[in-house]
């Protein structure tokens, strides 16, 4: 009946296998059609499917084009993709600050992968200057939240006493957090 809702959420339901077996080449085609009228979160997704491969040809630069639609919209999972695309020179030129600019402005507004993301920048000097109290914050931000990857990489700082106070009783739980 043309419910460009309808398509957006029978394009879940065939991605992520909700009460149905999964079905990435059913996924793509409904988030397209919701993607075309304009729905942010198809668009994101359609941007990820042409990232990643999924049913459809990996095209980074397709993955752009629909990650920029999805971001200026409002998507804010869109904007830490389209930041890991700038880290990575993924689809358009490596621009680590870009890149870091765009995952911090996504995990301000509580993107979870942007959070963990954002640490590793901080830890690593990605794009930004190395600072392990800030890797250390948003590392914990993210964890908390229940991000694994983010666990592990807190409980390490722990143990290491890097970007915060040695302290081994906090690397063992967040290490069994993290596992």
């Keep these: 009946m043309g419910h460009v ?3 957006e959420w029978l394009g879940a339901m065939y991605d992520y296998g909700l009460g149905t077996r999964p079905n990435r080449r059913l996924a793509f085609t409904h988030y397209k059609i919701a993607a075309d009228a304009g729905r942010p979160n198809a668009e ?6 042409y990232h990643e491969g999924r049913s459809v040809p990996k ?4 993955a752009i ?7 200026s919209h409002g998507d804010h999972t869109a904007v830490y993709w389209l930041g890991q695309c700038y880290l990575h020179g993924r689809g358009v030129a490596q621009d680590e600050k870009k890149g870091f600019r765009l995952e911090l ?6 993107v979870i992968e942007a959070q963990y993301a954002v640490g590793v920048c901080y830890e690593c000097g990605q794009g930004v200057r190395a600072d392990p109290k800030k890797a250390f914050r948003w590392y914990l931000a993210a964890a908390k939240r229940g991000y ?5 990489n807190l409980a390490r700082l722990y143990e290491s006493g890097n970007g915060t106070a040695l302290n081994r009783q906090r ?3 967040w290490y069994k957090r993290g596992s």
């Design 148 to 152: 694994q990857d983010a666990a592990r």
């Design 105 to 110: 402005a996504a995990a301000n507004k509580r």
């Design 171 to 173: 690397a063992e739980y």
């Design 5 to 7: 809702g309808a398509h």
């Design 65 to 71: 084009q629909w990650l920029c639609k999805a971001a």
């Design 44 to 49: 994101y997704h359609v941007g990820v499917f």
């Design 59 to 62: 095209d980074y630069g397709m």
